[in-house]
């Protein structure tokens, strides 16, 4: 899990280039699984939501940024068209 995190800001910040071409392939929307947040501080696992949600980092919002984000969630409502 927390290789993913470290990866995922690798890409952000440097391969962002990355994230434009696999948005454009994103499809589905987030039916609020919780899972990508479960490493998080501000998440409530109780109530299942983010304690920082109007204010959370753009990086959030973008998720997921490649398929390697979802690729061990099942749950995600998301998935990237081949
Ligand atoms: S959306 Fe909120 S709980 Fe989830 S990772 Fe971002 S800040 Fe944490
Ligand atoms: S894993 Fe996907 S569906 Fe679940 S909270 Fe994150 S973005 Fe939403």
Request: contains cysteine.
């Amino acid at each position: 899990m927390l290789d993913g995190w470290i990866r995922r800001r690798i890409v952000w910040y440097l391969k962002n280039s990355q994230v434009l071409a696999w948005r454009v392939k994103r499809r589905g929307e987030c039916v609020r699984c919780g899972k990508c947040c479960e490493l998080c501080l501000a998440h409530d696992a109780k109530n299942k939501r983010c304690r920082i949600y109007v204010i959370r980092p753009s990086i959030c919002k973008a998720f997921p940024l490649t398929p390697e984000d979802i690729e061990n969630i099942q749950t995600c409502g998301f998935y990237f068209k081949k």
